[in-house]
């Protein structure tokens, strides 16, 4: 009676163990096809985050180029009049010009265009940016006080 008790318990012992095997095989299986599928949607992800990245590099240069271009064309500008510029090369000033000394991106005092508008001609102005906060249009300057502003 023991020794057939024993030989039921090894059958349903025999029986766990292949259920267990089966039970791990769809498991392996199971997580294969998880892996695999997570391993292609990272490779897309990588893919198109790897095309932004280039994209986003591509936009940085070409707005990098496009403020040296700005900054070479304002300072080719504060040298000269801008009138034949407007004539002749038919150039669109507003793309070069500042809305004032205040929006005017850069931190060094010196000669700008400044365009108010779009309805104002451009005109050559000094651009105060180290003083009082920066971003003065200066129209006159005393350099010795020699001169006295308060006249009649």
Not at 106 to 135: D, T, V
């Amino acid at each position: 009676m023991i020794t057939a008790k024993l030989d039921h318990i090894q059958c349903k012992l025999t029986a766990i163990e292949l259920a267990m095997n089966e039970d791990r095989k769809r498991f392996d299986q199971k997580l294969s096809t998880a892996v695999s599928q997570l391993s292609e949607t990272i490779g897309r992800n990588l893919t198109a985050l790897s095309t932004q990245t280039n994209k986003m590099l591509t936009e940085e240069t070409a707005n990098a180029n496009h403020e040296r271009m700005r900054d070479e064309i304002q300072m080719l500008l504060s040298k000269q009049d801008p009138a034949p510029f407007m004539v002749t090369s038919g150039l669109n000033l507003h793309s070069v010009s500042f809305q004032s000394c205040k929006t005017n991106p850069s931190k060094r005092s010196g000669k700008y265009l400044i365009q108010p508008s779009e309805n104002h001609e451009p005109f050559l102005g000094y651009c105060e940016q180290s003083s009082f906060g920066g971003g003065w249009l200066v129209f006159q300057y005393r350099f010795n006080g020699s001169v006295d502003f308060d006249r009649n």
